[in-house]
């Protein structure tokens, strides 16, 4: 398992909400969080070692979102 951490612009409960279906539907994912409170809205995500960071910023891009690996 590996842990992917991304600064986002994810900032509220309507944007988790947005961008809930497409991360669900990533194939690989045990589970994620973002947390809002941190000023660099950090996504955390345990994922098997087949997903990858670009996978995951494509996803969100689609949506609408910012992502960067850290």
Do not use: H, R
Not at 8 to 31: F, R
Request: net charge negative; aromatic share 4%.
């Amino acid at each position: 398992m590996e842990t992917l951490k991304f600064k986002t612009n994810i900032k509220c409960g309507g944007c988790i909400a947005a961008v809930t279906p497409s991360l669900n539907n990533l194939q690989g994912i045990e589970k994620w969080d973002v947390d809002t409170s941190s000023p660099d809205k950090i996504l955390t995500m345990q994922t098997e070692c087949s997903l990858s960071a670009d996978q995951v910023i494509s996803v969100l891009k689609e949506k609408g979102y910012n992502a960067e690996k850290i």
